[in-house]
């Protein structure tokens, strides 16, 4: 799949996915909600997204914007988790327990990054062509050893499987 050169890429969908995705496998790993609900989580959760992020995307300055779209778990549930989360009958207080109480999760355009702790290590989950060409950072294998080997202070152990 191709990206066209004449202009800047504004489709979000392959971030918003991996970052539906991610937030999806940390509740797979519980095994307290079944593959079906995981679905539709994850839809709910991409839609939610895409309408947060509609008009706070621009990826020729990918960083604008960063902190509006910034996912956050911080002893408060982030508002689309929990909305998500709805569609699903999963509590606010299913969530803290099957969720990091500490989880930072950014989405900006060609990267998805994320860190569980204050103190945690930063991952990244997706990384686009585009970004890599720039001098990004480390690719998937690289941020799977990093999780295991980096966290510092995660509020849980959670083992966390990424798959494209």
């Known amino acids: 799949m191709s990206q066209r050169r004449s202009g800047p890429r504004a489709d979000m969908a392959p ?4 970052a539906a995705g991610f ?12 593959e079906q609900q995981l679905q539709v989580f994850s839809g709910a959760l991409r839609e939610a997204l ?11 300055k990918p960083f604008k914007g960063s902190g509006y779209r910034c996912i956050r778990i911080n002893h408060r549930m982030d508002p689309l988790i929990s909305k ?19 989880l930072t999760l950014w989405v900006d355009p060609y990267e998805v990054s994320y860190r569980i702790g204050e ?18 950072s480390c690719g998937m ?4 050893n990093r999780m295991v ?6 509020s849980k152990n959670y083992i966390v499987t990424v798959s494209s």
Do not use: M, N
Not at 50 to 60: D, G, L, M, S, V
Not at 149 to 154: D, V
């Open 23 to 34: 937030v999806s496998s940390l509740l797979r790993t519980r095994g307290c909600v079944s």
């Open 141 to 144: 294998l690289a941020c799977r």
């Open 15 to 18: 971030e918003i996915a991996a």
């Open 84 to 102: 998500a989360a709805s569609h699903i009958g999963l509590s606010l207080p299913q969530l803290y327990q099957l969720l990091p109480s500490e």
């Open 149 to 154: 080997l980096g966290r510092a202070s995660p």
């Open 50 to 60: 895409a309408e947060h992020y509609r008009h706070h995307w621009f990826p020729e």
């Open 119 to 136: 103190d945690g290590s930063i991952c990244v989950l997706y990384e686009a062509a585009a970004a890599k060409a720039a001098g990004g």
